[in-house]
């Protein structure tokens, strides 16, 4: 199992996770021409992509299913209401594969866990994605468990079922979205965004990542990505200070995804 981070930020949200039998995205934020490109770096393209895993309906996680009418072999996972919305903006029809959030379901040799965080979209979800396959025991980790990834982007804040479901993934992916002192001070932005971005169905502020990361009780994290960060509100810089002294208590690696770009690839030991 491989996984990276194709890009990630306000302007779009898309990583590709392949196993032996799948290749899926997570999220879809870009155009389907730039989602292309991004596949061409490395080495895959949309024509080999099996489904698409959609958290919510905002653009910078849903922008490129407007283009994929030529790729209508793609099944696009989503619950109603996210498939509601993103559908009346469409002038064909996907493939849609629906889901209640909440639940467990199978596709290929993936086992995918929804979960439903705070924010302000229809519906919105979190994931979990476990290498589920005969073989998959021989591949566990050493906590136990087969090969995951949880995928947590866009949440104002992280309520107690939202810890128990990322505790298990080996690599977790959560927003570290701004600086909570540089969106109060950016000149662009109007009070009342301000306040929609720091509320409880807004966006993790860098110290309230911090406080999910010590909250999660004995986590299985081998690799965490800080990603969707604000260009103008957050920085590297201020997230390294918010994290100071973190180290001894994560005991694992994290990297700070800078806006608009991506990773290398993690592969599954």
């Known amino acids: 199992m491989r996984f990276c981070i194709l890009g990630s930020g306000s302007d779009g949200n898309c990583a590709l996770l392949q196993t032996p039998r799948a290749r899926v ?3 879809a934020g870009f155009s389907a021409r730039r989602t292309n490109e991004l596949l061409a770096g490395v080495g895959e393209s949309l024509a080999g992509i099996d489904a698409i895993f959609i958290t919510h309906e905002h653009g ?3 922008q490129a299913l407007g283009g994929l009418a030529k790729h209508a072999k793609i099944k696009i996972f989503a619950n109603h209401a996210t498939a509601r919305v993103v559908q009346a903006r469409l002038r064909h029809t996907p493939e849609w594969r629906f889901f209640e959030t909440g639940t467990q379901f199978d596709f290929l040799d993936l086992r995918v866990e929804s979960f439903s965080v705070p924010h302000d979209a229809q519906e919105p979800v979190g994931f979990l994605f476990t290498h589920n396959d005969a073989g998959a025991a021989a591949g566990a980790n050493s906590n136990g468990g087969a090969h995951s990834v949880a995928w947590l982007t866009d949440l ?3 309520p107690a079922h ?4 990322v505790r298990k993934a080996e690599v977790l992916v959560v927003e570290a979205n701004h600086c909570t002192e540089m969106l109060q001070a950016d000149p662009k932005r109007p009070w009342g965004l301000k306040q929609r971005i720091g509320g409880r169905h807004g966006h993790l502020s860098n110290r309230a ?4 990361l010590e909250g999660v ?3 299985a994290w081998r690799q965490i990505y800080l990603t969707h960060l604000s260009r103008d509100c ?3 810089e201020a997230i390294l200070r918010a994290f100071a002294g973190i180290g001894g208590r994560l005991k694992c690696p994290f990297a700070i995804v800078p806006p608009g770009e991506g990773t290398v690839f993690y592969d599954f030991a």
């Open 60 to 62: 910078d996680h849903s």
């Open 156 to 158: 104002g804040y992280a």
């Open 209 to 212: 990542v911090r406080e999910l």
């Open 25 to 27: 995205l997570i999220d």
């Open 217 to 219: 009780e004995s986590p």
């Open 162 to 165: 939202v810890h128990e479901r």
């Open 234 to 236: 957050n920085s590297a």
